[in-house]
């Protein structure tokens, strides 16, 4: 069997030099390295290195007569297992997220069908810049992964995130993607998502900031582990991970029925969702008109807390929860983790930008019974969710 290859792409930034290190621990790991450096990368470090440590030709101009890829730079884009490009630089995430191919690196990345891995690295401002986060966004919903820079001392002298990540970090997430564990095969995982509507009259119903990808990216890894998943989700715009079953929901109280006529069959249960409290006590039938009312009183009942039914009537499933919090963290969290009968409940602070609701990120502090909480910190939802399956299932 050949070996596993991954194609690294090389851009130009100061953690360019980095870029040996993470060939060589990759070649250390058995993986056959091949390099791409974009012309900025080469201002940076000499293909000569890279070329040394992977033991092929580096290439760096489309149009290299020496190049053995230089016609056959698709053939490079079907040979890698994985497409790695570290350092990523703002500029190559714009052209990767627009699909200009004007070079080696963005050409051979747009013929790949290999899963791509990016590991960002550029000054604080411009990675936090609307269009480099847009960028990004843009990325990750074509399925492309990230390993989230790092914060610290940047090469410009400001304190900041943009550090590359460390080593060890990038070539563990790349080896993880060559590898994908399927230590989850044969178990039956329950995951719900995102927000319910709660209907007032025809037109106007209540819900929540819930953008479901926390469960998304939990019924994602979970498949991909080798799990059977169901996924019962309220409304949002995300596509159905694949090899995972979507059920869509509404209100809280079809949630409720959904995943509690399916409880039984399966061995853990995830409640990703933010299903609503309360629901309105009646729906009117027309149209609320808005009259000459000086104001409108809506009375709510509350829906069933569809976890802590679960945690009732449990036997032997895993379950674990989430807690939503502004305030109190711990001691909020860990009440729900008793009252709802879990085994965990991954607690984050909502109230913190750019993490949690509708984010890209998050970071939770996870509770057991009995047990220490453990602190996940910053990471990407998906890599956070396979963080959260090892504990579940560890
Ligand atoms: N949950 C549920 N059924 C509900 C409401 C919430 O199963 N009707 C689940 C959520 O999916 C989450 C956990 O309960 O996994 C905690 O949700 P959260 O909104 O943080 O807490 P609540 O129990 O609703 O309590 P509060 O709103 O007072 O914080």
Redesign the pocket.
Known sequence: MSKKAVVLGVTGSIAAFKACDIASGLKKRGVDVFCILTKSGAEFITPLSLEALSNHPVVTDMFNRESPWEIEHIALAKRADVFLVAPASANFLAKAAMGIADDMLTTTILATRAPILIAPAMNTQMYLHEATQANMKTLRERGCRFVEPATGLLACGDVGKGNLASVEDIVEATMALLYPKRDLEGKRILV?AGPTRESLDPVRYLTNRSSGKMGYAIAEAAAERGALVTLVSGPTDLSVPNGAERVDVTS?GDMFSAIDSRFDCCDALV???????FTPETVSAQKIKKGSRESLDITLKP??????AMGLKKSGQRIL?????TENLAE?ARA?LEK?NLDMIAANDVSKENLGFGAEQNAVTLYRRGGEAAESGVMEKRALADWLLDRLFE
């Open positions: 719900s809280s409640m990703a969702a933010a299903p609503a409290d829906t069933r807390d569809i976890l802590a929860g989430f807690a939503a919090e909020n729900k709802k």
